[in-house]
């Protein structure tokens, strides 16, 4: 059974068919690329998958080891819990917060000590504080960021945000995890370890991941199926070979300045 | 990033003997009569104020929920204890009195919370407000408390031992909260709701246990209240209380416990001091308000705590401690 089907999505806004009649699946630990030009509904897709927005119509079934969840209609951090996590295209870190805060709060809900413990400080609170710290650290670690535990957020570089979001991802232990466009706004050696590190994720990990981005050489060496939206409609999916080639997906790029999209990386 | 094992580190104990110091020099300075009835009565303002302020700051300031209503919960703990007290005027009637009327503002605090707070901002403060509202005409109205007119103490049982002691409890107890994992989850919806929801914070609930948690706080700090100062009526818990206590959070810092204590203390002075001039207090008030807007608008404080101050000077002394050796 694929750990993520999608049955006949829509989201509509108003009058605006967001996304329409969409349908996936993908399979466990399998890495699959979401395209489309500007406006073509990816990050609402993902709204719907992590239950930010509630769809019009359509099913989402969530089959994460051995279990069944339809989780149309369920409150984001239900399906959090479940283990879909995300990153957002423009990032959304916990700003004011230090960089292992950040990844902390995600583990809250898994390992956290209650709150009267926390309220007498008992040993179970420093028990559990000292296990998630180790924890968050070694998954700092992962893109270096373990040096800089104490550091605001905002502070750090923009490159280094984009890690943090992932690590905080990945630290609530997700079996699926949604990439909302990692690579936007980074060089092109950021990129490279950036690409790497996503195979990591698929490979020690064992996640599957969904990965929306503008970046095609990206895509295309790091995936293995592509789906592409234009409109709110899935206009193609397959290889990245047939992809390439598909004449409904240039036309649909050519037609919406292809050239700029792959540039500016898109900011909505 | 060090943990500690347990609870009697030096730090925890260095703090314990400070809290203990000023007990004790408050405690001798009154018997020897060095610090009068009159100072007394400030004493007690500030105590209860700072009660007020740590526990809305621990809604507006660290949650992030805009909150004009906190009044409503204090009237709720000050009615209970009062009447408490007249059926019996001792020590235990004021403990139980302000134990029910903790836990009665809790329970309202929740079932406000519940509808309230998915609201946002602005709404979230003109439904609070109106809260605060609704509860003061019910007191306004009902037999039991006196109406307009309210109620006359029976017995102080709030002296300085408990004004004391309390505040520390409110404080110390707020103070582990906002630094736990159940605080983190608390500030993160500050900072952005809808990451905190995607990484699995169940958002309402925070937000319901922080405000019913404050809720708690202002009804203890109700309680002392009406039995420090005697008399209470709906009045005194009206809208402007509820400011009262939000610019106390501001000007400390929307985030600072630290900053909350020390704005309490100086609002309270200065509200002492201009006690004879009751509509220059508003004014210079306002005044204070846009002078901290313009200029510092994170409050004195940020979100900065002393703890933090002098952890990062004891860190620096030990690393060039390292250095030499
Ligand atoms: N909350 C909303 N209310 C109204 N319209 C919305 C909302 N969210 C998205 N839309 C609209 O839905 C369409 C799809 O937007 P979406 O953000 O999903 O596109 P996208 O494929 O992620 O584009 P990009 O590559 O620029 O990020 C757009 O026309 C957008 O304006
Ligand atoms: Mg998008």
Redesign the interface.
């Known amino acids: 059974m694929p750990i993520l089907s999608v049955e006949n999505l829509s989201k509509s806004f108003g009058g605006l068919a967001a996304v329409s009649h969409v349908n996936m699946t993908l399979e466990s630990q399998e890495l699959v690329g979401l395209i489309g030009p500007n406006g073509a509904g990816k990050t609402t897709i993902f709204n719907l998958l ?3 927005y509630t769809p019009t119509s359509g099913t989402i079934t969530f089959a994460p080891n051995g279990e069944v969840y339809e989780i149309q209609g369920m ?3 239900q399906i ?2 479940l283990g879909i ?2 990153t ?1 295209q423009n990032i ?6 230090t960089v ?2 950040n990844v ?10 209650s ?1 009267a413990s ?4 008992t ?1 179970k ?2 028990n ?3 296990e ?2 180790k924890e968050a ?1 070694e998954y700092l670690s992962i893109f270096n960021l373990d040096k800089k ?1 104490k550091v605001l957020a905002k502070n750090l570089p923009y490159g280094e945000q984009r890690h943090l979001e992932i690590v ?2 990945l630290a ?1 232990k997700p079996s699926l995890i949604l990439l909302d466009e990692p690579a936007a706004g980074m060089n092109q050696s950021e990129t490279s370890h950036l690409s790497a590190t996503i195979r990591r994720l698929k490979n020690e990990f064992g996640l599957t991941i969904l990965l929306i981005e503008h970046d095609m050489s990206l895509v295309m060496e790091l995936c293995e199926r592509i789906y592409v939206l234009d409109y709110g409609m899935l206009i193609s999916q397959g290889l990245p070979n047939e992809i390439k080639t598909d004449k409904r997906v240039i036309e649909a790029y050519l037609g919406e300045d292809a050239a700029r999209d792959i540039e500016t990386g898109g900011e909505s | ?1 060090d ?5 009697f580190t030096k730090r925890n104990l260095v703090w314990l003997a400070v809290c203990l110091s000023i007990y004790f020099l408050v405690f001798f300075l009154r018997s020897y009569g060095i610090l009068g009835n009159y100072h007394e009565i400030t004493i007690a303002q500030i105590c209860i104020n700072i009660m007020l302020a740590v526990s809305l700051n621990l809604i507006v300031g660290f949650t992030g929920q805009f909150s004009l209503g906190h009044a409503g919960f204090m009237s709720i703990g000050a009615y209970a204890t009062s009447l408490a007290l007249r059926s019996r005027p001792d020590t235990i009637g004021f403990l139980i009195g302000i134990t029910i009327g903790s836990v009665l503002a809790l329970v309202v605090g929740v079932i406000i919370g519940i509808p309230t707070l998915r609201l946002r901002g602005d709404y979230l403060g003109i439904a609070t407000l109106g809260m605060a509202e609704i509860i003061r005409v019910v007191f306004l109205n009902l037999k039991i408390t006196n109406g307009a007119a309210g109620l006359m103490g029976t017995f102080r049982a709030a002296n300085w031992t408990w004004l004391y002691l309390l505040t520390v409890m409110a404080v110390l ?1 707020i103070n ?2 906002v630094n ?6 608390c ?2 919806i500050r ?2 709701e ?11 609930a925070y937000k319901i ?1 922080a405000f019913a948690f404050g809720a708690f706080f202002a009804g203890a700090a109700g309680g002392l209240y009406s039995s420090y100062f005697y008399f209470i009526k709906p009045d005194l818990f009206g809208f402007l209380k509820s400011i009262d206590m939000l610019v106390i959070v501001v000007l400390g810092g929307l985030g600072s416990i630290t900053g909350t204590i020390i704005s309490a203390i100086l609002l309270s002075l200065l509200t002492t001091i201009l006690q004879d001039f009751s509509s220059v207090r508003m004014i210079v008030y306002s005044v204070i308000l846009v002078i901290i807007m313009l200029f510092r608008p994170q409050g004195l404080m940020g ?1 900065v705590e002393i703890s933090h101050v002098i952890d990062k000077f004891a860190r620096k002394d030990k690393e060039d401690a390292n250095t030499v050796s």
């Open positions: 992590t239950g930010v409150r984001p951090h959090a819990n996590a995300r957002f959304r870190l916990f700003k004011d917060m292992i805060d902390l709060i995600s583990m809250h809900s898994q390992l956290s000590s709150i926390s309220l007498f400080r040993s609170f420093y559990s504080e000292r998630m710290r650290l535990p905080r991802a609530s | 990033m943990v500690p094992r347990t609870v107890a582990n909260f736990s994992s159940h605080g983190r989850a500030i993160s900072e952005d809808t990451a905190s929801e995607a990484m699995g914070v169940n958002t309402t246990i979100t």
